[in-house]
């Protein structure tokens, strides 16, 4: 029983990470210019009018939720939303969507 939760609680803390990715407004922004390619961070500074730290916050979280992937190329970095984390992504929804609608509530008072 402990090896499951223990599971469990590592596969919702993963999905926890791709929703919270998905849950601010500035990082929707991001993800929207970055369906268009790959875009290097001072772009997205100059687009969004935030602060680097504040950009580097946002890009981490992306980064880890698996969402977006960056590489470096020499000082800068350039960011593009990564096919893999995307469908991860889908997968989790679905996941929580179809256990959610499927469940019965019969023991409801």
Avoid: P
């Avoid at 997968?91 to 959610?100: C, I, K």
Wanted: proline residues 0%; aromatic residues 8%; hydrophobic residues 40%.
């Amino acid at each position: 029983m402990f090896l499951y939760n223990n599971l469990m609680d590592k596969k919702l803390k993963l999905s926890a990470r791709v929703f919270k990715a998905l849950c601010d407004a500035n990082r929707l922004s991001i993800l929207n210019m970055l369906c268009n390619g790959e875009k290097c961070a001072c772009h997205l500074l100059d687009a969004l009018r935030i602060g680097q730290s504040t950009l580097s916050h946002h890009m981490k979280i992306l980064c880890d939720s698996g969402i977006v992937a960056g590489r470096k190329d020499g000082k800068w970095m350039y960011y593009s939303i990564s096919k893999e984390g995307v469908a991860n992504a889908k997968n989790l929804l679905e996941q929580f969507t179809e256990t959610f609608s499927s469940v019965k509530d019969k023991d409801c008072c």
